[in-house]
Structure formats: C-alpha cells, structure tokens
C-alpha cells in the first residue's frame, strides 16, 4: 500500500520547503495531495506561485498516513489560526499517525499540543519564544520523536524530506532517492 501524504499550502509559506518535500516523496513513490487553505493558488514567501492539487475542505474527508506543514511567513501563521489545520492535527496524532513541520510551522503542532514531553527542533526563536515547558528543544537539523518529526528551515528542507520518506518507505527507498539526487 502506498503511503499517502497531506501538504497543506497556505499563502505567505516557504516555497523550498514546501516544494523540496513534495518533490521527493513523489519521487520515493509516495502519494502527496497539495491543499490551498483558501481555494486560490498560493502566492509563497518569494513570490513563487504554487497551485494546490485541491482545497483543505475537500482533503479533509480523505485519509491520510502524515501531514507536513511547511514553514515561512506568514504562511505558518495562518496554519496556526485555522481551526481545521489544529484539528486535523489532534485527529492525526490520536490516530497514531505522522505529523511533521519545518521552519516555522513547529509551533502549530505545540499549540495543537503534539509537542508535550517531546524533543522538536524549529526555526532559530520561534519555539524559543513559546512558553513551552515540557519541549526538549535540540536545535538539530531534524528531531523525529515518535511519530512527530520537526525541522530547522529552508536550509534542512532536504534532509527533512528524507527522513519523512524514510518514515512512510524505509531506508532502502531514502537511500535510493538521497543516491539519485547525487548529494
């Protein structure tokens, strides 16, 4: 069966991350379905112009295996104030599924409350900034604590798609795509 995987899109998010995770696990033979927020093509934080596979509303009635929340701003701002986003979330952690976010976007999983009692690693200050307690912050490129997997930035994009392919596939598969990309 193959892993299938929500990217949800929202405007002002970080086109690299967004484009460098759906890339590669298309490429690892993984199902990915892009969703606007708002039904319109997505303006990204560089002016790149994405166009969503289909709108949340419309995703939100399939099943997913993980959920990836790009980063950039003001893209993971409006993840963070839409109450389908903080409750497809909560659905997907109680199902024991994956959910994962970069950059800026690890703070929507700690106000979903996905990130309690874990290790998670997010752009420089922005969990920093957050009264959060009970989240072991690395600082590392990439933190996969159970079923929940944060990133640094633009810059881990890669490494980040990696490991989310090496999650849905195994390592045989990463390895495949990570030798192809000629890294």
């Known amino acids: 069966m193959t892993a299938k995987v929500l990217v949800p899109l929202a405007q002002g998010c970080e086109e ?66 839409d109450p389908r986003i903080q409750a497809l979330l909560k659905r997907m952690a109680g199902a024991g599924k994956y ?3 970069i950059c800026a976007a690890p703070k929507v999983l700690a106000r979903a409350g996905l990130l309690a009692g874990r290790c998670a690693t997010a752009y420089p200050g922005v969990l920093e900034s957050m009264d ?12 996969r604590d159970g079923t929940v997997i944060t990133s640094r930035g633009p810059g881990t994009a890669m490494d980040f798609a990696l490991v989310l392919i ?9 390895e495949d795509v990570e030798k192809a990309l000629v890294r």
């Open 132 to 143: 959060l307690p009970d989240v072991t912050l690395t600082g590392e490129a990439v933190v």
């Open 16 to 81: 690299l991350e967004a484009v460098t995770v759906i890339d590669l696990l298309r490429r690892a033979g993984i199902e990915v379905v892009t969703a606007g927020l708002d039904g319109e093509p997505v303006r990204a934080s560089r002016g790149t112009v994405l166009v969503p596979d289909t709108t949340l509303d419309a995703a939100l009635d399939e099943d997913f295996d993980m959920v990836v929340l790009p980063g950039g701003l003001p893209g993971a701002d409006y993840l963070d104030e």
């Open 166 to 174: 090496e999650c849905l596939a195994g390592r045989t598969v990463r």
């Open 99 to 101: 959910t994962a976010a």
